[in-house]
């Protein structure tokens, strides 16, 4: 079975200042697919960022940058230069074969003008 | 608009009523996902499908559920004699053969049960 567990329920940043979303999980799978979603308030959720497990290399994309920790099965979101826009709840799940994603509860953030 | 579409975007029913949603996937997508989301916490999983195939379904799938996707095409998700518990954000998401597992949501279709 897998797990994620993000344990910060909420976070609050300031425009234009840089914030790390927190994500562990547990998995038994050699191969999967770690991701961040963000789901913007009443709006559909959209895909942030993917790492794939073998892989060291931690994932970027402009503003968004991963650092995965295998070993200790961590996996955190770092947004760089935070956007009013970037106001969403964030989900951290992972796949293995099937490609079925599991979620945890999500973060909520928040940024301020 | 070729991402996923989902049917009602909002559905508001007695107790004790059924209901039925659907999902168009995005065309070349084989694989199809129903989830459920409740206020304030992440999206669970109930089942998925590979073309016409139910594949999995999760224990939180009770009798009173039952999905299709009869030609690998859209889905259909019913709920039978609905009951307040039952009220939710349901998530429909498709992902291709070839992808890196990326799954491709809609905008979910929302059930309040009164």
């Known amino acids: 079975a897998q797990t994620v567990t993000q344990s910060q329920p909420e976070m609050s940043v300031q425009e234009a200042e840089t914030v790390t979303l927190s994500c562990t999980y547990d998995?038994?799978?050699?191969?999967?697919?770690l991701f961040w979603y963000k789901q913007p308030p009443s709006r559909q959720m959209i895909l942030v960022i993917r790492q794939e497990a073998y892989k060291q290399q931690n994932a970027t994309e402009n503003r968004f940058s991963v650092n995965f920790q295998k070993a200790a099965k961590s996996f955190s979101l770092k947004i760089s230069d935070s956007q009013l826009g970037d106001t969403a709840m964030y989900f951290c799940p992972l796949t293995g074969a099937n490609s079925k994603l599991t979620f945890g509860k999500g973060i909520t953030l928040s940024v301020r003008p | 608009d070729t991402g996923v579409s989902q049917n009602p975007r909002h559905k508001i029913t007695k107790r004790g009523q059924n209901v039925t949603f659907r999902c168009d996937p995005i065309?070349?997508?084989?694989?199809l996902y129903w989830y459920r989301q409740t206020l304030g916490q992440g999206p669970e999983f109930l089942t998925y499908?590979?073309?016409?195939?139910?594949?999995?379904k999760s224990r939180l799938l009770s009798d009173r559920f039952s999905a299709e996707r009869p030609k690998g095409s859209f889905s259909t998700l019913e709920i039978q004699r609905t009951e307040q518990g039952d009220s939710a954000m349901y998530l429909c998401a498709s992902s291709s053969p070839l992808g890196a597992g990326e799954l491709f949501f809609g905008e979910g279709s929302r059930l309040t049960v009164l």
């Open positions: 065309s070349e997508h084989n694989r």
């Open positions: 499908f590979q073309n016409e195939a139910q594949l999995e």
């Open positions: 998995t038994s799978e050699n191969n999967y697919y």
